[in-house]
């Protein structure tokens, strides 16, 4: 298992494909961290489906509203235009590299729109930079991220089984 620096600031997210670990960035997306922490300690996260994965590009996910297959409110056509019932975030860009491995949140055409859901890079994505708000890097697991079913929608979708804040899993 990768090294965790700082449990408090790092995720274990096991999804349908396996494993992933991510380090969290609290002084790069401070606002974007907690939210992202609040949640996946609510278990808001967990059931929520990779609504819309692009080959060499990014697995979205993290609709907690219409996103979330273990709930009533899933609709499979609507996953990927809720969020969560929290205010959504302003921007924290900053000049981090949105390159493989790198998490960074979903939003509309406004900056200050992220809420929930997030995305996942497969490949360099540097046109994003300065454009979406970059709060964590996979340092275990992205063989798992690569096996994440592809499509828009995404057709019997993979799942986040759980999302946890490491410092919380014994």
């Not at 606002?31 to 967990?46: Q, T």
């Not at 929520?48 to 609709?75: C, L, W, Y």
């Not at 729109?113 to 890079?121: P, W």
């Amino acid at each position: 298992m990768a090294e965790i620096k700082d449990r408090e600031n790092a995720l274990i997210m096991e999804t349908t494909q396996g494993k992933v670990v991510i380090e969290l960035f609290p002084d790069l997306a401070p606002g974007h961290v907690d939210r992202i922490k609040e949640l996946a300690r609510e278990g808001a996260y967990d059931g929520v489906v990779f609504h819309r994965v692009i080959e060499g590009f990014m697995a979205q996910t993290g609709d907690v509203k219409f996103g979330n297959s273990a709930k009533p409110s899933f609709a499979p056509a609507r996953a990927g235009t809720g969020g969560s019932d929290k205010p959504d975030l302003k921007a924290e860009f900053s000049n981090a590299n949105h390159g493989r491995g790198t998490c960074s949140m979903a939003r509309s055409q406004n900056p200050n729109s992220a809420n929930s859901q997030f995305f996942i890079c497969f490949d360099d994505a540097a046109f994003l930079n300065r454009q979406y708000t970059v709060w964590g890097q996979v340092i275990e697991g992205m063989d798992n991220v690569d096996k994440i079913k592809r499509g828009e929608p995404v057709p019997d979708p993979d799942k986040i089984v759980s999302l946890k804040v490491a410092a919380d899993v014994k």
